[in-house]
């Protein structure tokens, strides 16, 4: 069955970096689209980034610039390198496996982050 695990979250000081990562089984990897969501608290879950099967990407307009997702085909793994991040992204974070028009199938547990002085 199809699993998707969160690592990487923790506590990081406003500007600082996160890598987070998605480690993904149960499905063919290499042509499956694959995203990033988060759910700040008491918030709705938002879209952060997606990557297609063949690499092409698209960031909210929020982190663009900041953040970049990436994928390793040979490790069934997708990341999601965050940089200068601020307060107003704690949230937990979510993989997801897209199908139809990008939209999540699978979702990963999330990993949390927080980010705070």
């Known amino acids: 069955q199809v699993q998707l695990v969160e690592s990487g979250g923790g506590l990081v000081q406003p500007g600082g970096s996160l890598r987070l990562s998605c480690a993904a089984s149960?499905?063919?990897?290499?042509?499956?689209?694959m995203g990033w969501y988060r759910r700040p608290p008491g918030q709705v879950r938002e879209l952060v980034a997606s990557?297609?099967?063949?690499?092409?990407?698209n960031d909210a307009d929020p982190v663009k610039g900041r953040f970049t997702i990436s994928r390793d085909n040979a490790k069934n793994t997708v990341y999601l390198q965050m940089n200068s991040l601020k307060p107003e992204e704690t949230a937990l974070y979510h993989c997801?496996?897209?199908?139809?028009?990008?939209?999540?199938?699978?979702w990963g547990q999330g990993t949390r982050v927080t980010v705070s002085s």
């Open positions: 997801t496996l897209n199908g139809a028009g990008e939209r999540p199938a699978y």
């Open positions: 149960g499905f063919t990897f290499s042509l499956s689209a």
């Open positions: 990557i297609t099967a063949d690499g092409r990407t």
